[in-house]
């Protein structure tokens, strides 16, 4: 039995000594590294779609089943619980099963459920739905887990960025789409507003199903083929710690949990702002429900180039100054989100000045997301996975603590809890300042002279295989 399969060239990528493709080009459909690339971002994009369908048409749905402001509140808590806890189960899935499978599986599983959001006549059925369709949304770790799988360290992050960054737009053509789809149902075809609603929900389901059956007929998981045949005869053993020991000492690394806080004050702030904006504009300055949903789709769409422009920024500051670059780069763009987030609950009285601030906010908050995770490769070589599925789970948490604390029932006003929760992007990225690396410095010291073993140095780069030097 060889030890390494054997070299595998894509039509158009060069290649690693590990099969993985060492470049990213965006425009191609190439076999297996491309493909792989633009299936799991379709796929994850397709599951964003799906989970915030709902939101802008909120409007409508809470009157048709007679909401109040607690049961939509508790329903935008349930779906980002449902979020945290198949995120959590989704990473051994990938490990057992690899990551088209463990996807597809979970989009197909959860299709039906978004499809089932027509029949809901209730408030308790209203939560549970929104508690079951957040389970989508796990397979953000499964996209992560593919590319890692398909680039070379020297384009991973590049392409964990932009695919991540890409999908996350699915929520703004949601929030753009869906009124608009029901708008046409219920005006072009009149329909009454209450089976309008309902009706155009088959749209998400079908699109999330066809793309998880795509992911199965179309999709590889690792450059030599099937995940499972590939673990059983490659000959490589990556694991020389037991799980315990993985799992005890990601849970103990002090640096992965201030990523996850900041992490719930980026990604969890975006969540929240994605579940709110298009009620808030609808109910604070009169528009009508397609001008409303257009206006919050900005938060999402944005995604296709400010997430993956954090990552970059991430990259530069470090080649400039280190980790020291990568640390303050994160506090201050986040920083600036936040106080971004208070501004745009003080303009509240205008509606193109909220607008405006709404749209640059989105910038910021979501090159913090891509911020973050240029930080998070180098905590931990041991438990990387364990580091990261703190982190990503962080964001779904934080999104449950905004929408518990601030938008659930009518303590605040929702410009006022906006504000306040500007503020607490601004205090919960400040604990960034502790994070400290001896190999690597924090962001007012630079290296020790006693390296601590568990931290992750990157390995240098090997050199590419292509098929002129092969």
């Given at each position: 039995?060889?030890?390494?399969?054997?070299?595998?060239?894509?039509?158009?990528?060069?290649?690693?000594?590990?099969?993985?493709?060492?470049?990213?080009?965006?425009?191609?459909?190439?076999?297996?590294?491309?493909?792989?690339?633009?299936?799991?971002?379709?796929?994850?994009?397709?599951?964003?779609?799906?989970?915030?369908?709902?939101?802008?048409?909120?409007?409508?749905?809470?009157q048709d089943l007679k909401l109040s402001d607690a049961d939509i509140g508790a329903a935008g808590i349930a779906s980002f619980l449902g979020s945290i806890f198949s995120r959590l189960a989704m990473g051994p899935a990938c490990d057992l099963v690899g990551p088209r499978i463990a996807s597809a599986t979970l989009s197909l599983l959860t299709a039906p459920v978004i499809l089932a959001t027509s029949l809901i006549s209730s408030a308790k059925l209203f939560i549970l739905v929104r508690f079951l369709v957040g389970f989508c949304l796990a397979n953000f770790v499964a996209n992560q887990f593919w590319m890692s799988s398909m680039f070379a360290g020297n384009v991973v992050g590049l392409a964990n960025g932009v695919s991540a960054g890409w999908a996350n737009v699915g929520s703004g053509v949601a929030q753009l789409t869906m009124p608009l789809f029901y708008s046409l149902v219920s005006e072009y075809f009149n329909v009454p507003s209450s089976t309008a609603w309902r009706v155009i929900f088959f749209i998400p389901a079908i699109f999330q199903a066809s793309m998880a059956l795509m992911v199965l007929a179309y999709g590889q998981d690792v450059p030599p083929g099937n995940y499972k045949d590939y673990s059983k005869n490659s000959g490589e053993n990556p694991k020389q710690m037991s799980f315990s020991e993985v799992l005890f000492n990601g849970l103990t690394n002090y640096r992965g949990w201030i990523l996850g806080l900041a992490y719930g004050f980026s990604f969890g702030v975006e969540m929240t702002m994605e579940n709110i904006v298009a009620e808030y504009f609808y109910d604070r300055f009169g528009v009508d429900i397609a001008i409303a949903g257009s206006i919050a789709a900005i938060v999402g769409m944005s995604n296709w180039f400010s997430r993956p422009m954090g990552g970059l920024f991430s990259d530069r500051a470090a080649r400039r100054f280190g980790m020291r670059g990568r640390l303050w780069a994160l506090w201050a763009v986040q920083t600036v989100?936040?106080?971004?987030?208070?501004?745009?609950?003080?303009?509240?009285?205008?509606?193109?000045?909220?607008?405006?601030?709404?749209?640059?906010?989105?910038?910021?908050?979501?090159?913090?997301?891509?911020?973050?995770?240029?930080?998070?490769?180098?905590?931990?070589?041991?438990?990387?996975?364990?580091?990261?599925?703190?982190?990503?789970?962080?964001?779904t948490v934080g999104a449950v603590l905004t929408q518990l604390l601030l938008f659930s029932g009518s303590r605040f006003s929702k410009q006022t809890s906006i504000s306040l929760m500007g503020l607490m992007m601004i205090v919960c990225t400040m604990p960034v300042s502790l994070i400290y690396f001896p190999r690597l410095g924090g962001m007012f010291c630079g290296p020790s002279f006693n390296p601590d073993p568990e931290d992750y140095h990157l390995l240098e780069q090997e050199e590419s295989i292509t098929p002129e030097n092969k």
């Open positions: 039995m060889e030890r390494n399969p054997p070299l595998i060239t894509s039509e158009f990528l060069p290649v690693d000594s590990q099969n993985k493709a060492t470049e990213l080009r965006l425009l191609s459909i190439s076999t297996p590294h491309m493909r792989a690339f633009h299936l799991a971002w379709l796929s994850l994009f397709s599951c964003f779609f799906s989970t915030f369908s709902i939101p802008p048409l909120i409007p409508v749905i809470r989100g936040g106080l971004l987030c208070v501004t745009l609950g003080r303009v509240y009285k205008s509606l193109w000045g909220s607008v405006v601030v709404m749209g640059v906010f989105s910038v910021f908050v979501q090159a913090a997301s891509g911020l973050n995770f240029g930080v998070v490769p180098f905590v931990s070589k041991r438990s990387l996975g364990v580091v990261s599925g703190i982190t990503g789970s962080g964001g």
